[in-house]
């Protein structure tokens, strides 16, 4: 398994992340590591992008993705 991280000359600099190897000798360090340098608003992106993609495959209209909002009040009854 070669894992190689490059830094490009772009400005800003863009990083480079390849795991080169059999899928069977995988593990998932790579794949976290990977995430992790990334951040939570790519993370994000990325799963909203699998979301709708997934919607696309069943031949649905992305105006129908949304999140669900609801509100609940949850109290303690006294007794």
């Known amino acids: 398994m070669i894992a190689v991280m490059s830094q490009s000359q772009e400005n ?5 992340m390849e795991r080169l190897g059999k899928a069977s000798q ?7 590591e990977f ?13 909203w992008e699998m979301v709708v ?12 993705l949304a999140f ?7 109290k303690r009854l006294r007794g």
């Open 35 to 47: 995430w992790q340098r990334q951040g939570s608003t790519a993370i994000f992106a990325a799963a």
């Open 12 to 16: 800003p600099p863009v990083w480079v």
């Open 26 to 32: 995988s593990n998932r360090k790579f794949d976290v």
């Open 53 to 64: 993609e997934a919607h696309r495959w069943k031949k649905k209209s992305e105006s129908e």
């Open 68 to 74: 669900q909002r609801s509100v609940e009040c949850i």
